[in-house]
């Protein structure tokens, strides 16, 4: 009974009542804390919550980072990362356990931040985006240049005065924050949107990018290394310069980049050349075109002078030509004067033969001659008409001798039925058909009687051997 006694006077708890009072006890004692250790078993929900466990060689802790405040986090999470978060503890009492509400997340030190920007490195590289053969030449003299870069830092003044010092060009800013929690997306964003412009739009396209930022800590210049501002960079069309910290800092946009310069400044030096040197430069080659020039000059009229010496004198050279042409002068001239003569004598001719009594004889003589010919032409012409004559007479006989008329002439007929075709073979011909027998002297009809298919007796009118037996009615043309 005495053992009994105490357990009764124990207070007696629910379920809820004991994990509330666990959970304030908990939230009281470790309000805000800070735990080291590795991300594992990440994830996140369809709600924008974050969960996984903050591990280290003997433990885990469960880990919640909320949707707002997840978004508003400088640094992703991500698995095998060594962290520091900060936050409260406070428990699930749906599972009987305990885990850390996170509001805070920093890499563990700087070995880990740069263990981290190490990966990328390797991760990126793999993929090629750091590669020589991507890398795009600048341009000599760009029209336009495009800076990244905030607006109210040094940064853009520095650039704005060495590009005014070295050679003047007009540059377009696109402000951006440098370093926080929107910077990566919206460095990212000006480098696309830069390349997004197109030739000729309202807002012109520059020839050439900045992106740029004063010297800081890693963590500071952590938004150079983000993946997307590295990835826009190597996919940048125009080229482009990263000018990110001091000298000795480099970040990832540094390989990713077409050029990389140690300050803003030298990138403003990269980007134009000195106007004053190109002046220079001009000039010298201008005054080695004219030395250049010159010496040609010189060296080609020592050359002409050479090649002046060496040819004989004018009059020389044209003194036997000269001897030539007059010679041939005064040939020209006696045959000229020979050939004038024989056209004069030739002209003396023809004068005379075209005297009124010369072309009389001629005209006898050519009348005489014609009349002549006259009667030669008359006679060949009749004898060629009777030899002609004769030619037709005897065709005529020979096509006449030819002709049916000769044969009916010599007792022969034509038998031509009623359709007025002739009637050659007596199997044309059939019994009671009517015919017109043609003699040479005229035609009488006549009518076919018997077979003309058997063997009879012909009956012969004039030439026309007709076969079977045919009368021929004289007057009416009846049989």
């Not at 020589?132 to 495009?146: D, H, N």
């Not at 310069?241 to 990713?256: M, P």
């Not at 005897?394 to 096509?399: A, H």
């Not at 003309?452 to 009118?461: E, G, L, Q």
Request: glycine content about 8%; aromatic content about 4%.
């Amino acid at each position: 009974m005495s053992e009994a006694s105490p357990r009764l006077n124990l207070p007696e708890f629910t379920v809820s009542e004991l994990s509330t009072a666990l959970r304030r006890t908990v939230e009281d004692a470790f309000g805000f804390v800070r735990v080291r250790g590795e991300i594992s078993g990440l994830k996140t929900a369809a709600s924008g919550h974050v969960y996984f466990d903050l591990k280290d060689e003997k433990s885990v802790l469960n880990a919640i980072i909320w949707r707002p405040t997840a978004r508003a986090l400088r640094l992703r999470p991500e698995a095998g990362m060594e962290v520091v978060c900060s936050g409260r503890i406070t428990t699930y009492a749906g599972s009987s356990r305990y885990q850390l509400i996170v509001e805070q997340l920093e890499l563990a030190g700087t070995g880990a931040l740069m263990a981290l920007i190490e990966q990328r490195k390797q991760k990126l590289a793999a993929e090629g985006l750091f590669d020589s053969a991507r890398k795009k030449p600048l341009p000599f003299l760009p029209e336009l240049i495009g800076v990244v870069t905030s607006p109210t830092g040094a940064v853009i003044r520095d650039i704005l005065h060495r590009i005014d010092e070295r050679f003047p060009r007009p540059v377009l800013l696109w402000p951006v924050p440098v370093q926080g929690d929107r910077a990566a997306a919206e460095i990212a964003a000006a480098i696309e949107g830069f390349n997004a412009l197109g030739q000729g739009g309202p807002v012109p396209r520059p020839d050439v990018l900045i992106v740029a930022r004063g010297g800081g800590s890693i963590e500071d210049l952590m938004a150079f290394n983000d993946e997307a501002v590295v990835r826009a960079a190597a996919a940048s069309a125009i080229p482009l310069i990263s000018a990110i910290g001091h000298e000795t800092d480099t970040t990832l946009i540094d390989y990713a980049a077409d050029r990389r310069a140690p300050t803003p400044t030298a990138a403003a030096e990269i980007a134009v050349p000195v106007r004053a040197d190109l002046i220079s430069q001009l000039r010298e080659l201008e005054r080695r075109s004219e030395r250049s020039f010159a010496r040609a000059m010189s060296e080609r009229r020592t050359r002409l002078h050479g090649l002046v010496r060496a040819l004989p004198r004018a009059g020389n050279v044209f003194a036997a030509p000269r001897q030539r042409l007059d010679a041939a002068i005064e040939r020209l001239s006696h045959v000229l004067q020979r050939n004038l003569a024989g056209h004069r004598q030739d002209l003396v001719t023809v004068a005379a033969l075209l005297r009124p009594a010369t072309v009389r004889r001629q005209l006898d003589t050519g009348g005489e001659r014609a009349g002549v010919l006259a009667q030669r032409l008359r006679r060949a012409m009749t004898a060629h008409r009777g030899e002609l004559q004769r030619k037709i007479e005897g065709l005529g006989r020979i096509l006449e001798s030819a002709s049916h008329r000769s044969a009916l002439a010599r007792g022969f007929a034509l038998v031509r039925g009623t359709d007025g075709h002739l009637r050659r073979s007596a199997r044309e011909l059939e019994a009671g058909e009517r015919l017109e027998l043609i003699f040479a002297d005229g035609a009488r009809g006549a009518v076919v009687t018997g077979d003309p298919r058997k063997k009879t007796p012909a009956i012969t009118s004039g030439a026309a051997q007709a076969q079977g037996a045919l009368f021929a009615e004289q007057d009416d043309g009846q049989a």
